[in-house]
């Protein structure tokens, strides 16, 4: 036994000395590699060599130690990488005799390439590693996003890019396009960045991120130069066209007319002006043109894949993306998203147009045809961002887009019905608001019976909605009987007994223009002080004209951003009688604060001879335009 206990005590002893030889090991490594990158940071050009040491601690058998060899590496990067694309000198250039700072660069530069490049072969093949994987994608992302301009960036984006389909890693690869995209100037490598995505969209539709598509949205795409748009303005007459083209390359060119140079004297000029233009620090315009050109038709071309493969998580963000670059695309294409937006909504709202007599008939295979986001109904923020994002593109392009917008229009209706039962109220209610946006500016293209239909339905809604949603019906409401003067015979009674369909939803057939709005009458008395004076302006016959502040869109940003301050809680499912709260609210002297701005802006228009202050505050008139202060006051 006492054999056994010396053994047993020999083997802890040994394990013991082998453990605080492990960690002194361990400690001298960490210095070591903190001395190296000390060094490297004050001197690097002198130390280059130091980074072959620093890469073999990378291969540690320590997982620990080789991890923070890796970062401590991307550091050393970060701080000697410069700012410009690397040329090694040629066979020929290295015969000539130069001065020693010369060949100490040239030194430095080779050493530094090799270095750099066996790096990003050690990152890629710590990719395959599952221990080193995050750690080699953090260090390729941040070397993709904060160095551009240096050799081996397309590598570093060819390796990057496909790290958006693992969930664990594509946040960071977001963060990171977001960062290089900010950083680019020259454009190249937000090309080469956007052409690969587009390429992966194209292949793995399922597992793109939304974060991606909300990252693409935010490039900025620079108009095209001066010289290019004013060829827009030029004659249509051929002769007129081609001398002022004359006359303009002639002033570019430096040529004065009627007096005339040596061909001589123009050419040395020219060649002068091309030197002197190499040595400004500014972008070629032509070249930046042609990038963001390519970049602009690579960003359509994303969008677009998922319009045409509709994933319902992701179409909301690829709509805010094609509205941003909409102003830059043809008529045509934008006929084309329109349409497609138009056919996605009448395949999942097909119970819209059931109504409608003979309407089967008339939408063709499009409408009998498979649904392409699955079974079940569409999403409501879904519908809405479609909605949105078609009239806003009609209000872009104008009467330029010849389309029928009844289905759109009978999907919107219909969707009214799902606003008070939303889950998500506020962003709904923003997207709720675009779309009564694009209703009340294309007011004049649609027949009265329609919009009649919409003022019945929000008026009916009106009650069962928030103040800051309620706030935005009724500013559509009253924008609507501005526009249309033959629907306030709704208001006041005199209109023709005929059955209101309010089941239907068509609103061409519901019969709303043969209803009175009786509905406004009970608003009157909202426990809300800014919406029952919404509804009490909408009775008023003599009311002054709305201005441009009470588009929904703007009415509701002003009623959102006092929400906070609304007393009470919301009421609750199949109540039938208001709570007390609610019932003492209207008697109160805590009104005003509660919604400011909205009070103020109401105050104000309803007092007698108070002039607007601002010009978004003149008055608008039957088309939809701001009257001067002399027209509108007499």
Request: proline content about 6%; some cysteine.
């Amino acid at each position: 036994r006492l054999d056994d206990v010396g053994e047993a005590v020999s083997f802890w002893w040994a394990a013991y000395e082998s453990t605080m030889s492990d960690e002194s090991e361990f400690v001298l490594l960490q210095e070591r590699i903190g001395d190296i990158c000390s060094t490297l940071f004050e001197d690097a050009e002198d130390n280059i060599e130091l980074l072959d040491n620093l890469h073999e601690l990378c291969k540690h058998k320590n997982k620990v130690i080789a991890q923070l060899a890796l970062t401590s590496e991307l550091l050393v990067y970060h701080n000697i990488l410069p700012g410009y694309r690397v040329r090694l000198p040629t066979a020929e250039e290295r015969k000539i005799m130069h001065k020693r700072r010369v060949r100490m660069l040239w030194n430095f530069e080779e050493r530094l390439l090799k270095g750099y490049q066996r790096y990003l072969k050690y990152l890629e093949r710590c990719l395959r590693i599952s221990s080193f994987r995050a750690a080699a994608a953090q260090a390729l992302v941040q070397l993709m996003a904060r160095h551009p301009e240096f050799n081996y960036h397309p590598n570093i984006v060819k390796s990057t890019i496909p790290l958006l389909l693992d969930r664990r890693v594509s946040a960071e690869v977001c963060s990171g396009l977001r960062e290089l995209f900010a950083r680019d100037q020259q454009g190249t490598a937000t090309l080469d960045v956007v052409m690969r995505i587009a390429n992966l969209i194209d292949k793995h539709t399922a597992k793109i991120p939304v974060e991606l598509l909300h990252v693409l949205a935010e490039i900025r795409i620079e108009r095209p130069s001066s010289m290019r748009a004013t060829e827009e303005y030029l004659p249509t007459d051929p002769q007129r066209r081609k001398r002022m083209l004359d006359e303009q390359k002639r002033r570019q060119s430096g040529q004065q007319t009627g007096k005339r140079k040596s061909k001589k004297i123009m050419e040395m000029e020219r060649e002068l002006d091309k030197d002197m233009a190499e040595t400004e620090a500014s972008l070629d315009k032509k070249a930046h043109d042609r990038l963001m050109t390519l970049v602009l038709r690579h960003l359509t071309r994303a969008f677009c894949v998922i319009l045409q493969r509709p994933l319902p998580h992701l179409l909301p963000a690829a709509l805010v993306g094609l509205s941003k670059v909409a102003s830059y695309l043809n008529v045509e294409l934008v006929s084309e998203i329109v349409l497609r937006i138009r056919d996605l909504l009448r395949a999942h709202h097909r119970a819209v147009f059931d109504s409608a007599p003979g309407q089967a008939a008339q939408d063709g295979p499009a409408a009998s045809g498979a649904n392409p986001l699955g079974e079940g109904v569409i999403p409501f923020a879904t519908s809405l961002s479609l909605i949105a994002s078609a009239l806003d593109l009609l209000a872009l392009y104008g009467d330029a887009l010849q389309i029928d917008l009844q289905a759109l229009y009978a999907v919107l209706y219909g969707e009214l019905l799902r606003w008070p039962y939303d889950a998500d109220p506020a962003h709904t209610s923003a997207l709720m608001a675009r779309c009564l946006d694009g209703l009340v500016r294309r007011a004049r293209q649609n027949p009265p019976g329609r919009l009649a239909a919409f003022v019945k339905r929000l008026l009916t809604i009106t009650p069962q909605l928030a103040p800051p949603a309620a706030c935005t019906a009724l500013s559509c409401v009253r924008l609507l009987l501005h526009f249309v003067p033959t629907l306030r015979a709704g208001v006041e009674g005199d209109v023709r007994c005929v059955l209101y369909r309010a089941e239907c939803h068509n609103p061409d057939v519901a019969g709303a223009d043969g209803t009175a709005l009786w509905d406004l009458s009970a608003l009157q008395h909202h426990y809300h002080p800014s919406v029952a004076r919404l509804a009490r302006l909408l009775a008023d016959p003599k009311a002054k004209p709305p201005t441009a502040r009470e588009m929904p869109t703007h009415l509701h940003a002003a009623a959102t951003s006092a929400a906070d301050r609304i007393v009470g809680p919301p009421l609750a499912v199949g109540t039938t009688a208001l709570p007390a709260r609610h019932m003492a609210y209207t008697s109160t002297t805590g009104d005003a604060d509660l919604f400011d701005a909205l009070e103020r802006d109401l105050e104000a228009r309803t007092e007698p001879g108070r002039r607007p202050k601002r010009a978004r505050d003149a008055p608008l008139d039957a088309k939809g335009t701001k009257r001067s202060r002399e027209k509108a006051h007499g």
